[in-house]
Every structure is written in C-alpha cells, then in structure tokens.
C-alpha cells in the first residue's frame, strides 16, 4: 500500500505546488490560498469571471466560454479556447492541462453549487485524479472532498468535527478507519450504503486507508490532510 504524502488544506504546510482551478459554480473567496511560487491558477471557463471579481489574474483562461463571453486578449494570462461540442468538460480539460504541466495536487473552486449534475462531474474529476495517483480538493464554503484509492491517507481535525467517508464507485475492501469515534477494521464499503456517513474526529489524528477501490472524503475545510 502506498502512503499519501502531499495532501494539503488551508491549514496544511504545502509541500508541493498546488494548481488551483476555479470554475463558475459558488465560489469562496476564502478558501483560496494566496498565490505562492510554483503554484498555477487555472480560470475554467466562468471561473474568469470569479477571479475578476477579487482582483486575481490567472495564468491560463481554458473554456468553450459558454457561460461567459470569450475574454479578450490579455498579457497577463493565457487563452485557450475550447469547442463547445466535445467529450471532457471544461473542468476536466483543465485539470488534464495541469496534469500535463506536471502537478500533482489540485485545488478546484466553484465546482459545487447550481446545477446538481456539474457539482457531480466534479465529484467524478476527483476520481479521475485519484487513480492517477494524483490529489484533488474540491472546495465548498465549510467542507472540502477528497478521494483516494488503492492507498492510506491522515487527517488531523477538531474533535467533535464531523467525517464522512464513502466507497466509490463499487465495493471498497480493506477500509480502515482508525482515531475517530467509529473505527473500522478491514471493513468493505459498498456505494450503495451510507455506512459511513456523519463519523467524528477524536483529539487523535485520524488513519483512513483502503486496500482496494476508492473513497470519498469529506471533512470540514479547516482539517490538516497528510
């Protein structure tokens, strides 16, 4: 099994460079970290929009610009236009650009919100990351989700603080939860049963690993993530 090592949240150290991605669904200014060096801002389509409205330029504008009008030339960032007709959504092809840029962990904001359907495409862009070996967070205003597959991750949060875990995508074996007020042990999950949904943090870090399938995380956005 192999042990997650860089996930971060707002209150993680970062040790390594995060690329944010923030589209056009309720976003939350706040959980935002400040730019720092190595890190790339992605605006997906409206997300230009967003960022336009706290004063951050991204570096790249990527989109078919449906749901916002096509951004005029600008020095300070990147245009790349997509067609409106195509397979990956505009999300997607921006998290596939940063993959391609060569990061390992993304931050996605206004990806939740509005339509049911596009908050649940994102959901699925944190599995695509996932069985890349790669770390996705995706932001609503107190909780961030996260998933993980095949591996072991740790969190650190309040005690009383409220999480949820969930198997995706099918079975789930091996799941273990230990440090937090209901443990399990080498359990399966199934995604059609909530079992564990509503879980609480202990004054202990919490270990969630699973040997085989993938999990959904939810935690509140202050956790510290390993």
């Given at each position: 099994?192999?042990?997650?090592?860089?996930?971060?949240?707002?209150?993680?150290?970062?040790?390594?460079?995060?690329?944010?991605?923030?589209?056009?669904?309720?976003?939350?200014?706040?959980?935002?970290?400040?730019?720092?060096?190595?890190?790339?801002?992605?605006a997906?389509?409206?997300?230009?929009?967003?960022?336009?409205?706290?004063?951050?330029?991204?570096?790249?504008?990527?989109?078919?610009?449906?749901?916002?009008?096509?951004?005029?030339?600008?020095?300070?960032?990147?245009?790349?236009?997509?067609?409106?007709?195509?397979?990956?959504?505009?999300?997607?092809?921006?998290?596939?650009?940063?993959?391609?840029?060569?990061?390992?962990?993304f931050?996605?904001?206004?990806?939740?919100?509005?339509r049911?359907?596009?908050?649940?495409?994102?959901?699925?862009?944190?599995?695509?990351?996932?069985?890349?070996?790669?770390?996705?967070?995706?932001?609503?205003?107190?909780?961030?989700?996260?998933?993980?597959?095949?591996?072991?991750?740790?969190?650190?949060?309040?005690?009383?603080?409220?999480?949820?875990?969930?198997?995706?995508?099918?079975?789930a074996?091996?799941?273990?939860?230990?440090g937090?007020?209901?443990?399990?042990?080498?359990?399966?999950?199934?995604?059609?049963?909530?079992?564990?949904?509503?879980?609480?943090?202990?004054?202990?870090?919490?270990?969630?690993?699973?040997a085989?399938?993938?999990?959904?995380?939810?935690?509140?956005?202050?956790?510290?993530?390993?």
């Amino acid at each position: 099994m192999t042990r997650v090592h860089c996930y971060v949240t707002i209150f993680t150290v970062m040790t390594m460079p995060i690329c944010h991605i923030i589209g056009a669904g309720d976003f939350f200014a706040e959980n935002l970290y400040p730019r720092v060096d190595g890190d790339l801002i992605i605006a997906a389509d409206g997300g230009l929009k967003r960022l336009s409205e706290i004063g951050i330029s991204p570096d790249f504008a990527i989109g078919d610009f449906d749901s916002c009008p096509t951004p005029e030339p600008d020095s300070r960032f990147q245009i790349i236009r997509l067609e409106p007709e195509k397979d990956d959504t505009d999300m997607l092809c921006s998290i596939r650009f940063g993959c391609g840029k060569g990061f390992r962990v993304f931050h996605i904001h206004g990806g939740t919100g509005g339509r049911p359907d596009h908050t649940f495409a994102n959901i699925q862009c944190l599995a695509y990351l996932a069985k890349k070996s790669a770390s996705g967070f995706l932001f609503f205003q107190n909780f961030v989700m996260t998933a993980i597959s095949d591996c072991e991750m740790q969190i650190e949060g309040n005690p009383g603080d409220y999480i949820s875990v969930f198997a995706y995508g099918g079975k789930a074996s091996g799941v273990t939860l230990s440090g937090l007020k209901y443990p399990l042990s080498d359990a399966v999950l199934s995604d059609d049963y909530p079992l564990g949904v509503s879980n609480e943090f202990t004054a202990q870090p919490a270990r969630i690993s699973v040997a085989c399938g993938m999990l959904l995380i939810s935690c509140p956005v202050n956790a510290k993530i390993y």
